[in-house]
């Protein structure tokens, strides 16, 4: 990367202190910088790690006058950074905008405007594709699907039919959008397979993570609502919804017909039983199992999951029953 701190600024919409025509030619945490690059501060706290840096330039809260280093004065420098971090990205991610030769479309699918179609790609009929859509190599894209603008599929993303993808998506390589939801009737010890004949409807800026699942349901719609960020190796269930800017992390686990709701945060490795519904705004602590509904603003921790403060103090007692245990021995 090449800019001066002239173009940064024009980026990150700050004012500078310093040389406007300074280059840069990195970008590094504060810690482990080098001579050319620009790295950032928090807030306070770190103001004196600017003295010990070797970056040449800084994004900072404040003017520092104890400093020589350049400097670009933001309101908010650790938002502002990702601005710049951003074009970076899209600059080392750049792909040619051509289909390559190897990929398969069918002659019913409409392809949009400035497209990157990798090797091995599979779109199969009746698709619709967007504009400015990146679909990296071996991926597949089942029949009558349709996705929006600016979406990146990275390598070997499988999509199939009838899934509904909005704009400026993001999925990450290895996941799986509309597979099977696992529905089965028991008949005289025997496990007989429901067909899955519902869809997927998936917002604007969403983020999927590698080697997510998300199952179709089994009528109807598994919605996935706009915002929503999936981290890697999630599991979502058939009949799922989730609400507006709801995160998953990693390892989350969401049984069939579960219900969430807007600015839901879920922890790693958290299991919700079918067909709960978690209410807006709750919080629900790592490898808990959430068995029952939760009220809007909820905060949970513990299998099963409890109200956090609860499950401190039962953590508190368990830690002591050893002692417990051995006086009572002793009485």
Same mark, same amino acid.
């Given at each position: 990367?090449?800019?001066?701190?002239?173009?940064?600024?024009?980026?990150?919409?700050?004012?500078?202190?310093?040389?406007?025509?300074?280059?840069?030619?990195?970008?590094?945490?504060?810690?482990?910088?080098?001579?050319?690059?620009?790295? =950032?501060?928090?807030?306070?706290?770190?103001?004196? %790690?600017?003295?010990?840096?070797?970056?040449?330039?800084?994004?900072?809260?404040?003017?520092?006058?104890?400093?020589?280093?350049?400097?670009?004065?933001?309101?908010?420098? *650790?938002?502002? *950074?990702?601005?710049?971090?951003?074009?970076?990205?899209?600059? %080392?991610?750049?792909?040619?905008?051509?289909?390559?030769?190897?990929?398969?479309?069918?002659?019913?699918?409409?392809?949009?405007?400035?497209?990157?179609?990798?090797?091995?790609?599979? $779109?199969?009929?009746?698709?619709?594709?967007?504009?400015?859509?990146?679909?990296?190599?071996?991926? =597949?894209?089942?029949?009558?699907?349709?996705?929006?603008? &600016?979406?990146?599929?990275?390598?070997?993303?499988? $999509?199939?039919?009838?899934?509904?993808?909005?704009?400026?998506?993001?999925?990450?390589?290895?996941?799986?959008?509309?597979? &099977?939801? =696992?529905?089965?009737?028991?008949?005289?010890?025997?496990?007989?397979?429901?067909?899955?004949?519902?869809?997927?409807? $998936?917002?604007?800026?969403?983020?999927?993570?590698?080697?997510?699942?998300?199952?179709?349901?089994?009528?109807?719609?598994?919605?996935?609502?706009?915002?929503?960020?999936? &981290?890697?190796?999630?599991?979502?269930?058939?009949?799922? =919804?989730?609400?507006?800017?709801?995160?998953?992390?990693?390892?989350?686990?969401?049984?069939?017909?579960?219900?969430?709701?807007?600015?839901?945060?879920?922890?790693?490795?958290?299991?919700?039983?079918?067909?709960?519904?978690?209410?807006?705004?709750?919080?629900?602590?790592?490898?808990?199992?959430?068995?029952?509904?939760?009220?809007?603003?909820?905060?949970?921790?513990?299998?099963?999951?409890?109200?956090?403060?609860?499950?401190?103090?039962?953590?508190?007692?368990?830690?002591?029953?050893?002692?417990?245990?051995?006086?009572?021995?002793?009485?």
């Amino acid at each position: 990367m090449k800019f001066t701190i002239k173009q940064i600024n024009e980026i990150i919409g700050g004012k500078v202190l310093g040389d406007c025509n300074l280059l840069i030619t990195g970008v590094s945490s504060i810690e482990n910088s080098d001579e050319g690059d620009i790295s =950032f501060i928090k807030n306070e706290k770190f103001v004196n %790690k600017v003295f010990e840096t070797n970056a040449s330039a800084i994004v900072s809260h404040r003017p520092i006058e104890e400093t020589e280093k350049t400097l670009i004065i933001v309101d908010n420098p *650790f938002l502002a *950074f990702t601005k710049l971090l951003k074009v970076i990205s899209d600059q %080392k991610q750049q792909r040619p905008r051509i289909i390559h030769p190897s990929a398969t479309i069918s002659k019913e699918s409409t392809i949009g405007n400035n497209i990157s179609i990798g090797a091995n790609v599979v $779109i199969e009929g009746n698709t619709q594709i967007g504009n400015n859509v990146t679909i990296y190599p071996n991926t =597949f894209i089942g029949a009558s699907c349709k996705i929006g603008d &600016d979406s990146i599929m990275y390598p070997n993303v499988t $999509i199939r039919e009838e899934v509904t993808i909005g704009k400026r998506v993001i999925i990450q390589s290895g996941a799986s959008i509309g597979d &099977d939801g =696992f529905g089965y009737l028991q008949i005289k010890g025997k496990h007989v397979k429901i067909p899955q004949v519902g869809t997927i409807e $998936i917002g604007d800026d969403v983020a999927i993570g590698s080697n997510v699942t998300i199952a179709r349901a089994a009528l109807n719609k598994t919605v996935i609502s706009s915002g929503v960020k999936i &981290d890697n190796h999630s599991h979502i269930a058939h009949n799922v =919804f989730i609400g507006e800017d709801t995160m998953l992390i990693a390892y989350a686990k969401l049984a069939g017909g579960v219900r969430i709701g807007k600015n839901v945060m879920i922890a790693e490795d958290v299991g919700v039983t079918d067909h709960v519904k978690i209410d807006d705004n709750c919080m629900v602590g790592a490898a808990s199992n959430v068995y029952k509904s939760l009220k809007a603003g909820s905060v949970v921790w513990g299998s099963p999951a409890k109200p956090v403060t609860l499950e401190k103090r039962i953590q508190v007692l368990i830690k002591k029953l050893p002692d417990i245990y051995k006086k009572i021995k002793d009485s």
